[in-house]
């Protein structure tokens, strides 16, 4: 098995390209995370104040269910991270996958797609649903990255 995981949640499909030609280029295992309830497009609108998706971004407490918890954390050292940023960080889902396992001593490098705007405060906000974990290196990965740059930069990393 690889030591390198790259977990990632995608709401449309960007954030799901830019982590598989993220694990082919470092040679990681890949894990999807997604929600029981998947997300309607209805859900995802941003600019209808009751849509799901900004009712759980407006509510701190708020920790969608996963569809599963069967990754396999324990056999990884360093777990690439991936979302789309949702009003200027994580989606709350992130949170969810964060509190299902026990990230203590490992590495978690966040990557992240957006349309506008970048990573803000996201490292430090994630923190507490991972102790023990270092979180470093978070990028955003916004067009369409050769594997080629995605290796140079993974290996910066280490």
């Not at 082919?24 to 929600?35: M, Q, V």
């Not at 990230?103 to 490098?109: L, N, S, W």
């Not at 023990?132 to 050769?146: D, Q, Y």
Request: overall charge neutral; hydrophobic content about 35%.
């Amino acid at each position: 098995m690889s030591k390198t995981l790259v977990a990632f949640f995608s709401a449309s499909g960007r954030t799901k390209r830019i982590a598989e030609k993220l694990a082919a280029a470092t040679g990681s295992d890949l894990y999807e995370i997604k929600p029981a309830v998947p997300y309607t497009r209805s859900d995802l609108n941003w600019q209808d104040k009751h849509s799901r998706s900004s009712v759980e971004m407006n509510d701190p407490s708020s920790r969608p269910e996963l569809a599963d918890t069967e990754a396999n954390i324990v056999g990884y050292d360093r777990i690439f991270l991936g979302f789309p940023i949702w009003w200027y960080t994580a989606p709350t889902i992130i949170r969810s996958f964060l509190e299902s396992y026990d990230f203590a001593g490992k590495t978690i490098v966040l990557f992240a797609t957006s349309g506008g705007s970048g990573l803000g405060k996201t490292e430090g906000g994630l923190a507490s649903s991972c102790p023990g974990a270092r979180i470093t290196g978070g990028r955003m990965l916004n067009g369409s990255p050769s594997e080629a740059e995605l290796k140079q930069w993974a290996e910066s990393l280490r």
